[in-house]
């Protein structure tokens, strides 16, 4: 079997190629990614992934949201590395940003959930989608405050 491909990977007997758009946002999904945070959020997740061995493909941090395109080795299930990916995470955030305490109960910093699902051949559009989503964000807030009327005086 010869499969010739750039973005395979391989372990001993296998070859794979296992990539996930993953979104997951702050609890109460809080503006709260901004600044000196956003930069230490995008450093402990690259550290969190290097670690299990999983290759970042392209990610961005939001003000209320992280979009990350990750390649996922095949030894790891997506549930169990993105319950890995935020609990240690939000371990490490309430380490060097104490104050968060106050805001964050039970010292859980993001929501419960995510959404994940694969990227198969339609790679370059979700890595575009990534790399320009906070612009569209902006776009959209800028459009709603321009078309926005009072309901009770109607201007």
């Known amino acids: 079997m010869r499969i010739k491909?750039?973005?395979?990977?391989?372990?001993?007997?296998?070859?794979?190629?296992?990539?996930y758009h993953s979104i997951?946002?702050?609890?109460?999904?809080?503006?709260?990614?901004?600044?000196?945070?956003?930069?230490?959020?995008?450093?402990?997740?690259?550290?969190?992934?290097?670690?299990?061995?999983?290759?970042?493909?392209?990610?961005?941090?939001?003000?209320?949201?992280?979009?990350?395109?990750?390649?996922?080795?095949?030894?790891?299930?997506?549930?169990?590395f993105m319950g890995y990916l935020k609990g240690k995470s939000s371990l490490m955030i309430f380490e060097e940003h104490s104050n968060l305490k106050y805001n964050y109960g039970s010292r859980t910093?993001?929501?419960?959930?995510?959404?994940?699902?694969?990227?198969?051949?339609n790679k370059k559009t979700i890595q575009n989608y990534i790399k320009n989503q906070e612009l569209e964000d902006q776009i959209k807030d800028k459009r709603s405050l321009k078309e926005y009327k009072d309901p009770f005086t109607g201007k």
């Not at 372990?11 to 296992?18: A, D, E, P, R």
């Not at 910093?109 to 051949?121: A, D, K, N, P, Q």
Request: aromatic letters at 12%; charged letters at 25%; hydrophobic letters at 35%.
């Open 5 to 19: 491909n750039d973005d395979t990977s391989s372990l001993s007997h296998t070859k794979w190629n296992c990539q």
């Open 109 to 121: 910093f993001w929501s419960e959930g995510y959404y994940v699902s694969t990227v198969g051949l």
């Open 24 to 80: 997951f946002c702050p609890k109460y999904r809080r503006k709260a990614i901004y600044g000196k945070l956003r930069a230490d959020i995008g450093k402990y997740l690259r550290r969190l992934c290097e670690y299990k061995g999983v290759e970042i493909v392209e990610a961005h941090a939001c003000v209320d949201h992280i979009h990350m395109l990750v390649k996922i080795p095949p030894k790891l299930s997506v549930s169990s």
